[in-house]
């Protein structure tokens, strides 16, 4: 009975640490789909401030029908002005990732880069009236 019961204990110690190791990828895995959800969500906004922007006479601080000369303080997007690097005009971060802005005249694209994984990028192709290409790139592993 005692090496039964020994086998039982080595058996049930194998199962617990495969179970552990497993929940541990999994929960990675989904921190990691987690942080590109809210980077997805950030390029969006940041698009959709941009054609507000966009459409915004000049006189009332917009960009009058052109892209030209928007910048990150212009959207009013909260970001960390205290990263390393500091922010510029057209990039800047915050918990989420790194972005970098880089318009036209007659469009933006935005680039996000995810702080938890740097192989992740979000980008976005803004237009006047639509977000074009929406795509996430991932590593293959």
Do not use: C, H
């Amino acid at each position: 009975m005692g090496q039964q019961q020994l086998l039982l204990v080595i058996l049930v110690t194998i199962i617990v640490g495969v179970a552990t190791v497993v929940a541990i990828n999994i929960f990675g895995q989904s921190a990691e789909n987690a942080n590109v959800d809210a980077l997805r969500q950030d390029v969006l906004t940041i698009s959709a401030m941009s054609q507000g922007w966009y459409i915004k006479p000049e006189l009332m601080g917009g960009g009058g029908g052109t892209f030209t000369g928007i910048n990150v303080n212009e959207l009013g997007f909260g970001y960390d002005l205290n990263s390393e690097p500091a922010p510029t005009d057209l990039t800047f971060e915050n918990a989420n990732g790194s972005f970098v802005l880089a318009p036209t005249a007659d469009e933006i694209t935005i680039t996000a880069t995810s702080r938890i994984n740097p192989d992740i990028t979000v980008v976005a192709t803004v237009a006047p009236n639509e977000v074009q290409g929406l795509a996430v790139n991932r590593p293959t592993d």
